[in-house]
C-alpha cells in the first residue's frame, strides 16, 4: 500500500492487522494474550504518527492509502481497548478515526490521488467499515442507542463504498499485486465483523433492532463471511500460481485479512450462537496468529538482507 512515508504505511498496517487479532483472541477468551497483542499494537499505531508527523500536509493530499489505513488502525486499536474495557480510551479513538475519515471523504470528493485499479481501492470501504465496528462495540458497552444506529448508517455505507472499489479494482492485480490485492477479501471481511458486532450490541435487555431488521442483518452479516471465505480460496489460488517470493509491506493485507476472517466468525458465532462456527473461528484466529508470526519473520529477514546488501555496496563504491 504507497503512501506518503513507507514507514508510516508499514506501521499504519502493521497496527492494523495486530489490533484486528487483539480483538480476535479477546473474543475467544484469550485475555492476557489479547492484552500483550493490544500492545504490540498500540507501539506500532504511535509509530505509524510520529512517522506521519515529519512528512509535510502536502504529502497527505496527494497520497491518502496511508492515510486511510491508519484511519481503520486507529478504528481497530479502539475496538481493542473497548474490549479491554477501556471506553474512554476508546473513544477517544473513535473521534480522532472519525475526523481523520471525515477529512479524507472530503478530500476523495475533490479528487484525492490514490492508487486506482489496485487492491488499494478497498481502503475507503475497509477505514468505514472501522468506524462500524468500534461504533457497534462501544455502543455496546456505553448503551448507546444513537452510536449503533450511527455503525449501522456506516455499515451500509461501507458496502456501498465496497461495490464503486469491485467496479475499479481489476482483476489482473490478483496475478501483479504484491499483497495489495487481498485487502477485495478484507473490505468483505471487516464488513461481516460490523455486521456481527452490530447484532451482539441488540442484546442484555438493549433493545436495537426489530425482528426484520435483524433478519436482515444476520442475513447480510452470514453472506459476507461466506463471501469473504470464498475470496479468500479465489485470492490463495492465485497466490498459488503466481508465487510472489520478495517481502512487501502490502504482505500484510493478507495477514489482516486472516485475522479479520477469524474475528468476524467468532463474532457471528457469538451473534447467533452457533458453536461449530466458533469452533472454525477458533481454529482460523491460531492460523492468523501463525501467519501474522510468519510475516513478522520475513519482513526481519528481509531487511536483514537489505542491510546487508548495502553494507556490500557501500563498500564497493569505495
Same mark, same amino acid.
Given at each position: 500500500?504507497?503512501?506518503?512515508?513507507?514507514?508510516?504505511?508499514?506501521?499504519?498496517?502493521?497496527?492494523?492487522?495486530?489490533?484486528?487479532?487483539?480483538?480476535?483472541?479477546?473474543?475467544?477468551?484469550?485475555?492476557?494474550?489479547?492484552?500483550?497483542?493490544?500492545?504490540?499494537?498500540?507501539?506500532?499505531?504511535?509509530?505509524?504518527?510520529a512517522r506521519?508527523?515529519?512528512?509535510?500536509?502536502?504529502?497527505?493530499?496527494?497520497?491518502?492509502?496511508?492515510?486511510?489505513?491508519?484511519?481503520?488502525?486507529?478504528?481497530?486499536?479502539?475496538?481493542?481497548?473497548?474490549?479491554?474495557?477501556?471506553?474512554?480510551?476508546?473513544?477517544?479513538?473513535?473521534a480522532l478515526?472519525?475526523?481523520?475519515?471525515?477529512?479524507?471523504?472530503?478530500?476523495g470528493l475533490?479528487?484525492?490521488?490514490?492508487?486506482?485499479?489496485?487492491?488499494?481501492?478497498?481502503?475507503?470501504?475497509?477505514?468505514?467499515?472501522?468506524?462500524?465496528?468500534?461504533?457497534?462495540?462501544?455502543?455496546?458497552?456505553?448503551?448507546?442507542?444513537?452510536?449503533?444506529?450511527?455503525?449501522?448508517?456506516?455499515?451500509?455505507?461501507?458496502?456501498?463504498?465496497?461495490?464503486?472499489?469491485?467496479?475499479?479494482?481489476?482483476?489482473?492485480?490478483?496475478?501483479?499485486?504484491?499483497?495489495?490485492?487481498?485487502?477485495?477479501?478484507?473490505?468483505?471481511?471487516?464488513?461481516?465483523?460490523?455486521?456481527?458486532?452490530?447484532?451482539?450490541?441488540?442484546?442484555?435487555?438493549?433493545?436495537?433492532?426489530?425482528?426484520?431488521?435483524?433478519?436482515?442483518?444476520?442475513?447480510?452479516?452470514?453472506?459476507?463471511?461466506?463471501?469473504?471465505?470464498?475470496?479468500?480460496?479465489?485470492?490463495?489460488?492465485?497466490?498459488?500460481?503466481?508465487?510472489?517470493?520478495?517481502?512487501?509491506?502490502?504482505? +500484510?493485507?493478507? *495477514?489482516? /485479512?486472516?485475522?479479520?476472517? &477469524? !474475528?468476524? %466468525? #467468532? $463474532?457471528? @458465532?457469538? =451473534?447467533?450462537?452457533?458453536?461449530?462456527?466458533?469452533?472454525?473461528?477458533?481454529?482460523?484466529? +491460531?492460523?492468523? *496468529?501463525? /501467519?501474522?508470526?510468519?510475516? &513478522? !519473520?520475513? %519482513? #526481519? $529477514?528481509? @531487511?536483514? =538482507?537489505?542491510?546487508?546488501?548495502?553494507?556490500?555496496?557501500?563498500?564497493?563504491?569505495?
Amino acid at each position: 500500500m504507497p503512501g506518503p512515508s513507507p514507514s508510516a504505511t508499514l506501521w499504519a498496517i502493521h497496527a492494523l492487522t495486530t489490533g484486528t487479532l487483539s480483538v480476535g483472541l479477546d473474543s475467544a477468551g484469550y485475555e492476557v494474550l489479547s492484552r500483550i497483542v493490544l500492545a504490540l499494537a498500540c507501539a506500532s499505531w504511535l509509530a505509524a504518527v510520529a512517522r506521519a508527523v515529519l512528512r509535510p500536509p502536502r504529502a497527505w493530499r496527494e497520497e491518502a492509502a496511508a492515510a486511510l489505513t491508519f484511519t481503520a488502525a486507529t478504528a481497530m486499536v479502539g475496538t481493542g481497548f473497548c474490549a479491554a474495557g477501556w471506553p474512554r480510551s476508546a473513544a477517544a479513538l473513535l473521534a480522532l478515526a472519525a475526523l481523520l475519515w471525515t477529512g479524507l471523504l472530503w478530500v476523495g470528493l475533490l479528487g484525492v490521488r490514490t492508487p486506482d485499479r489496485q487492491g488499494s481501492v478497498f481502503l475507503r470501504c475497509v477505514a468505514t467499515q472501522g468506524l462500524a465496528v468500534l461504533g457497534a462495540a462501544l455502543a455496546a458497552a456505553e448503551r448507546a442507542a444513537w452510536l449503533a444506529h450511527t455503525a449501522l448508517v456506516l455499515f451500509w455505507l461501507g458496502l456501498v463504498l465496497y461495490v464503486v472499489a469491485l467496479f475499479r479494482f481489476r482483476p489482473r492485480q490478483m496475478t501483479e499485486d504484491a499483497g495489495d490485492h487481498w485487502l477485495a477479501a478484507g473490505g468483505l471481511g471487516v464488513s461481516a465483523l460490523a455486521g456481527a458486532l452490530l447484532l451482539g450490541a441488540d442484546s442484555g435487555g438493549f433493545y436495537l433492532w426489530n425482528d426484520d431488521n435483524r433478519a436482515v442483518l444476520t442475513r447480510v452479516a452470514v453472506a459476507l463471511l461466506v463471501l469473504t471465505l470464498v475470496c479468500c480460496v479465489v485470492l490463495l489460488t492465485a497466490e498459488l500460481m503466481w508465487p510472489r517470493h520478495r517481502y512487501d509491506v502490502s504482505r +500484510w493485507a493478507t *495477514v489482516f /485479512v486472516v485475522a479479520v476472517t &477469524a !474475528a468476524a %466468525a #467468532l $463474532a457471528i @458465532a457469538a =451473534a447467533l450462537d452457533v458453536p461449530w462456527l466458533d469452533g472454525a473461528g477458533r481454529a482460523l484466529l +491460531w492460523v492468523a *496468529v501463525a /501467519v501474522w508470526l510468519g510475516c &513478522a !519473520a520475513w %519482513a #526481519l $529477514a528481509s @531487511a536483514r =538482507a537489505g542491510a546487508g546488501s548495502g553494507r556490500v555496496r557501500s563498500r564497493a563504491r569505495r
